[in-house]
């Protein structure tokens, strides 16, 4: 069954890499911050973990490989800076030419 998956619906197969790249990524942060995982436990950090995926809110603070490494990376950055600077940009717009650069592949 995996097989067939992976191999006969290359769009599942992108989903894979991408969930084996947020997996990865939320171990390294449970490693990180394992001194106070003690106060409220491994299964509620992988519940905000993910729950901060699904808000986006995860690209905070985050290198810019971890934000380019998946199409909702990117998008969730786009969204946070649109919402962080999206006043600016009613001010003169002038801060928001710094995103012309960068060329979401979403």
């Known amino acids: 069954f995996v097989y067939f998956l992976t191999y006969m619906l290359p769009n599942f197969r992108g989903l894979i890499w991408h969930v084996i790249t947020y997996m990865e990524d939320a171990v390294s942060q449970l490693l990180e911050s394992k001194e106070d995982i003690g106060q409220y436990g491994i299964a509620r950090f992988f519940t905000e973990y993910f729950n901060s995926v699904r808000q986006g809110t995860h690209i905070l603070f985050r290198e810019f490989n971890f934000v ?39």
């Open 68 to 106: 380019q490494a998946t199409p909702h990376n990117r998008t969730s950055f786009l969204r946070t800076f649109w919402r962080c600077f999206r006043t600016v940009g009613k001010n003169g717009g002038e801060s928001l030419k710094i995103c012309l650069n960068f060329k979401p592949k979403v």
